[in-house]
Structure formats: structure tokens, C-alpha cells
Nanobody, 124 residues
């Protein structure tokens, strides 16, 4: 079955950096659009970033543009989220997700498969 396993979360001070990883198994990874979402306490889950199956196109929420970078390694079946200049408002559970060949609207995207999430906490 499809598994997405996130890692790399933790506690960091404002202005710091973290890199999240998501290892995929049970799917043809190179055909999947992959994304990162997050959910802060008391808030709805929101889109953060996405990358096309080839890695040639990336998409970001306005709130993270210029600070976060999504990338993928199809040989390792892994997608990454490099987070720089972190702010306290970035504190959330971050989820990796994917869907084969998705190319629609990302703000309203609900992928087929989700990971369990990894906690990111940014202290002020």
C-alpha cells in the first residue's frame, strides 16, 4: 500500500531553518505530483507547496514564497521542503501528500494520499 513518511520536524528559533523529508513507498513516485500542507492549532489545513511529477514546476502559498523551497529526488522517492527564515506563525503539523498526475488548482487540492505529519514549532 501507499506510505508517505515525513521526518525532519522539530523546535527552532525564529529566523532559523529546517528541512523536512517525505519518503514514499508503494507508488510509482515519478508519476505523482507531491505537496506539503500544514495545520496549525485551531486552524484549517492549508496548502504550502507542490511540485510536479517531473520536478520541473513548483507552486507556493503566498505566505511561504521566497522562504520555502520544495524539491524532489525521484530516484530516492523522496520529496523535501527546505524552510528558511522561519516565523512563529509557521508553527504547525506539516503533512506530505501526493496524487498521480495532478495539475489542478493547488489551494483547493485534496490529494489522494497523506502522511502522518511532522510537528514544526518556531519559537519567538
Amino acid at each position: 500500500q501507499v506510505r508517505l513518511v515525513e521526518s525532519g520536524g522539530g523546535l527552532v528559533q525564529a529566523g532559523g531553518s529546517l528541512r523536512l523529508s517525505c519518503a514514499a513507498s508503494g507508488l510509482m513516485f515519478s508519476t505523482y505530483t507531491m505537496g506539503w500542507f500544514r495545520q496549525a492549532p485551531g486552524k484549517e489545513r492549508e496548502f504550502v507547496a507542490a511540485i510536479s511529477w517531473s520536478g520541473s514546476r513548483t507552486y507556493y502559498a503566498d505566505s511561504v514564497k521566497g522562504r520555502f523551497t520544495i524539491s524532489r529526488d525521484n530516484a530516492k522517492k523522496t520529496v523535501y521542503l527546505q524552510m528558511n527564515s522561519l516565523k512563529p506563525e509557521d508553527t504547525a503539523i506539516y503533512y506530505c501528500a501526493g496524487e498521480a498526475y495532478y495539475s489542478g488548482v493547488y489551494n483547493s487540492w485534496v490529494p489522494d494520499y497523506w502522511g502522518q505529519g511532522t510537528q514544526v514549532t518556531v519559537s519567538s
